[in-house]
Structures are given as structure tokens and as C-alpha cells.
């Protein structure tokens, strides 16, 4: 695909965008899950279940409270900050008109996603009673394209903040998928995964489209500089530490005794999946660089060649 060929999706943005047709999504007062325990290995765990199996309810909002954070800052800090340069052509690659429109699309969706997100915990926190706990003030992605963006030259930064933005949002794709899917959670939970997922569908696409333009008219030397610095990235954008190190914080919340809280570190310090082909998110990651035509590429082959299965 070359930027001539990029037809915009405006028309379906304009009938099927969740600020255009979605209803504000209310919290149920019932007894379904908030949070879907295939989510939180930690409320699963033997000791959990053997020693505080009541206190799941609050292990359950804290989880959601923090998918919510993160959801927030990867749409209003890192999502936004590439759609909005690339809308406002204020990017090193320069795109046509109609991925501009659509980048703009994705800024005003993505800022809406994180105002529902918002609302949809303010409403939690009334419904429940429970405050969070301290949030994480970053996510995965926050360190991650930093640390590669400073690894290749300044001409070559936009563009690798390109494809670092589109592995991520193919990856949180399948994520809400699996969120949408489950039926224990209450309604609203899955209204509100549903209605990110109507969106993200559309913006997987976009994300793959602009890179496959940006790939296919790109130097050699510029796929190789762009390929050596692949794995670095997967390396910090799959690691657990994050979740990790909440986890244990939320540990250190619970009223248990101390051999309890112990026995709960110990499990929750067993749960990182290995970063390899093994690691659950590497097939969206794949369908990102096939769509995207960059695994057609050997430099990218070579560079990947610890995840291929």
C-alpha cells in the first residue's frame, strides 16, 4: 500500500464511533464480578483462596481500578501524542490528508475512552466504597518507547514511534476482546469493554495501514535501523514488573497476617509469563507486522527470530 491508496473510514466513524452511539454506561448494583478473575491470578491462588477468600471483592475493584489507570495513560499520553502530531501533520513522515482526518479520529476517540474510563471509575468508588490504592504513574509503554526511541537516530524516532504505537494498540485490541467476551462480569464491565473494542477495531487497522505506507517506501538502512531495536522493545513492553510490583502492593493492603501476606508474595512472584514465543500477546504481535508487511522484510526476520514460533 502506498499513501494514494489509503481510503479514509470517516463515513464509519461517523455511524458506528462510540461518542457518536454509545449511551453513558452505568455500574450495576448486583452480584456479578467487576473484574474477571481470569485477570488477577493473585484472588485464584491457593493461598488466597485458603486464607482471605473474602477479601476477593477488593482485590477485584483495585484490578479494575488499575486497568483503568492504564487505559488512561496509554490513551491520553501515548496514543493521543502520536494521532495528534500525525493529525496536525507535525510528523517526520508526512501522510495525505484522509490518515490525517483519520488520526484525528483516533485523538477524539482515545480522549473520550479515557473520559468514560474516568467516570466509570468515579462511579465504582461510589458504588463500593473502596478508594484505590496508589496507581501506577506509567505503564509498560511509557518506558519502552523511550528507551528505543533513544537507540536510533532523530530522523528515525517518529517512525519507530510509529510501529512501537501500532504493536501496542493491535495488542490492546485482543485484550478488550477477551474482557467483552466474559459473562461473569456485570453488564456495564462488558458494555464498556464492547464499546472500546467497536473503536480499537478500527484503530488496529489504522495503526497497521500507516505503518505498511511508511515500510514499504523506506530505505534499507532505515528497515535495519528500525529492525535491530525490535527486540529491545518487545523485551520492555512484555515485561510483568509493573503489574508486578501493584500486586504487591495490594498484598501489603490486605488486612491478613504476616505468614499469609508472605505466603501470597511467593505465588505472585511465580506469575511473570517468559518473554519468548511463549507470551500470550506475541500472536496479536505477529498479526501487527504481517498486516503492517514488515515481516515480509529479512532485516525484521532476523530480528525476531527468538519470538517466531
Known amino acids: 500500500m502506498n499513501a494514494l491508496d489509503y481510503r479514509s473510514f470517516a463515513d464509519a466513524w461517523e455511524e458506528r464511533a462510540t461518542i457518536r452511539t454509545r449511551p453513558r454506561r452505568r455500574v450495576e448494583n448486583d452480584q456479578r464480578l467487576i473484574y474477571p478473575l481470569s485477570r488477577q491470578p493473585l484472588v485464584l491462588s491457593a493461598s488466597f483462596q485458603e486464607g482471605c477468600a473474602h477479601l476477593r471483592d477488593f482485590v477485584l475493584v483495585q484490578s479494575l481500578y488499575k486497568f ?18 500525525i493529525a496536525k501533520d507535525r510528523f517526520a513522515v508526512r ?3 484522509a490518515c490525517r482526518y483519520d ?4 485523538v477524539v476517540d482515545e480522549d473520550y475512552h479515557a473520559l468514560v474510563a474516568m467516570d466509570f471509575l468515579q462511579q465504582t468508588i461510589a458504588l463500593t466504597g473502596i478508594e484505590p490504592i496508589a496507581l501506577p504513574g506509567e505503564i509498560e509503554l511509557s518506558r519502552a518507547i523511550p528507551a528505543v526511541l533513544s ?3 532523530e530522523s528515525l524516532r517518529d517512525p519507530l ?3 512501537c504505537v501500532g504493536i501496542a494498540e493491535n495488542t490492546l485490541t485482543d485484550d478488550v476482546a477477551a474482557f467483552a467476551r466474559d459473562d461473569t462480569v456485570k453488564p456495564s464491565v462488558k458494555g464498556l469493554m464492547a464499546d472500546h473494542l467497536l473503536d480499537e477495531g478500527r484503530h488496529s ?10 515500510w514499504q517506501a523506506a530505505a534499507e538502512h532505515e528497515r535495519q535501523a528500525l529492525a535491530d531495536v525490535l527486540p529491545d522493545f518487545l523485551e520492555q513492553y512484555l515485561t510483568n514488573d509493573i503489574q508486578q510490583a501493584f500486586d504487591l502492593s495490594l498484598i501489603e493492603a490486605l488486612p491478613v497476617a504476616e505468614p499469609l501476606r508472605h505466603a501470597l508474595r511467593e505465588e505472585t512472584l511465580g506469575l511473570a509469563y517468559p518473554i519468548n514465543h511463549q507470551h500470550p500477546l506475541l500472536s496479536n504481535i505477529l498479526r501487527f507486522f504481517r498486516a503492517s508487511s514488515m515481516l515480509e522484510s529479512p532485516c525484521v526476520q532476523h530480528a ?3 519470538y517466531l514460533p
Open 205 to 214: 487497522s489504522f495503526w497497521s495501514r500507516l505503518t505498511r505506507i511508511y
Open 151 to 153: 537507540q536510533v537516530p
Open 103 to 106: 488520526a484525528m479520529t483516533v
Open 68 to 85: 483503568i489507570n492504564d487505559v488512561v495513560i496509554f490513551e491520553t499520553e501515548i496514543v493521543d501524542r502520536t494521532a495528534r502530531r
Open 161 to 163: 514511534e510509529l510501529i
Open 95 to 97: 501522510f495525505p490528508f
Open 304 to 306: 525476531l527470530r527468538g
